[in-house]
């Protein structure tokens, strides 16, 4: 048993990860500190994104370790298709990616070679994943914290939720709510059959979604949010096939 604890998951219950990693070498590193942490269980490798993108059609992971520079499809563009992706560590020899790849809320980004240490570092940083945490879709309201204020507001009457910079807007028909909470938790908290991500920056209420045209999402006559390509696939065959 690792003498070594992170403060995302208990020794008794493991976050399940693959690694898609195209060099044997890299595979090994991190296949031996997925099994010396003991706090992670490896599902898979894969040596390229198209053959984990058909494992995750009908398999569920908490975590991927991903190296951008891959065959085929880059870890980027790999990021771009997952509509609704799990926490990622990416894990590459470039540095320069490392502005883009903040763009889809990644948890930490492993420059090669790093150490021990600098792994169980970045696993630490994996939020903690609590299923009762998780909003029920019978709960009618919820506090968000707004400063240092918590301000109670009824879960039906979000349209959309759209992230901004550091902070999130919760926008309901006659106001908008600013919360210190990113688009990434609202995702992992809310019924995601009533709140689904449509966009990098937006969650959207599907129950006040009155038609879809092209890709624009319209609430009312006034109100619409952009629906991203890599997301509207999934939004399609989902909801409206």
């Not at 210190?180 to 990098?200: A, G, I, P, T």
């Not at 390509?229 to 939004?235: P, T």
Request: with cysteine; proline share 4%.
């Amino acid at each position: 048993m690792s003498i070594f604890k992170t403060n995302m998951v208990s020794n008794d219950k493991k976050m399940n990860c693959i690694i898609i990693e195209d060099q044997p070498p890299a595979q090994r590193i991190l296949k031996k500190y997925i099994n010396d942490i003991g706090t992670l269980t490896l599902k898979g490798t894969f040596s390229n994104a198209i053959e984990a993108t058909t494992f995750l059609k009908t398999e569920s992971v908490d975590l991927i370790f991903l190296d951008i520079h891959l065959p085929q499809i880059s870890g980027i563009d790999f990021l771009k298709m997952l509509p609704n992706p799990p926490h990622i560590i990416l894990t590459t020899a470039f540095s320069d990616y490392a502005l883009e790849s903040y763009e889809f809320s990644v948890v930490d980004y492993l420059l090669k070679p790093f150490s021990f240490q600098r792994f169980v570092k970045a696993i630490s940083k994996v939020p903690i994943q609590i299923a009762e945490n998780t909003i029920s879709s019978q709960r009618k309201d919820i506090f968000i914290k707004s400063g240092y204020e918590f301000i109670k507001i009824t879960i039906d009457d979000i349209l959309f939720i759209k992230s901004d910079a550091d902070y999130t807007e919760i926008i309901t028909k006659n106001k908008k709510h600013l919360s210190s909470e990113s688009l990434r938790y609202w995702q992992e908290h809310l019924d995601n059959e009533q709140f689904v991500r449509v966009h990098k920056s937006y969650i959207i209420n599907t129950q006040k979604i009155r038609k879809v045209i092209g890709n624009q999402l319209f609430i009312d006559k006034e109100m619409s949010v952009p629906m991203g390509r890599a997301y509207k696939e999934i939004f399609i065959n989902k909801f409206i096939r």
